[in-house]
């Protein structure tokens, strides 16, 4: 999976409503839109400015998730691996 794949799987689960599990999990509605327009933003700029654009991107949305207790599951994973893709793509 590349970076915009990554990108574009994690914006896609976020868009759609919570499931149950991923409550339980710690997220909430505003959490969830919140990290996906954070996720469309970096995307978006990808698009627009082309690869190197990230290394200009810092996404902290593992941090996010702790501070706000997201445990690990379905959600939390697609943002890690959006977050490792656009840290990858700095290297």
């Known amino acids: 999976m590349n970076l915009t794949e990554a990108l574009d799987k994690a914006v ?4 759609t409503p919570l499931e149950p599990t991923d409550r339980e ?3 909430t509605d ?8 954070e996720i ?3 995307r978006s700029a990808l698009r627009r400015h082309g690869p190197w654009m990230a290394s200009y991107l810092r996404p902290r949305l593992d941090e996010w998730m702790a501070r706000e207790g997201v445990q690990p ?3 939390h994973e697609l943002v890690m ?11």
């Open 30 to 37: 505003d959490l969830r839109r919140e990290i996906q327009e």
């Open 73 to 75: 599951g379905r959600l």
């Open 81 to 91: 691996n959006a977050q490792t893709h656009i840290t990858d793509a700095r290297a």
């Open 25 to 27: 999990q710690g997220w």
């Open 12 to 15: 896609a689960a976020l868009k």
């Open 40 to 42: 469309s933003t970096n």
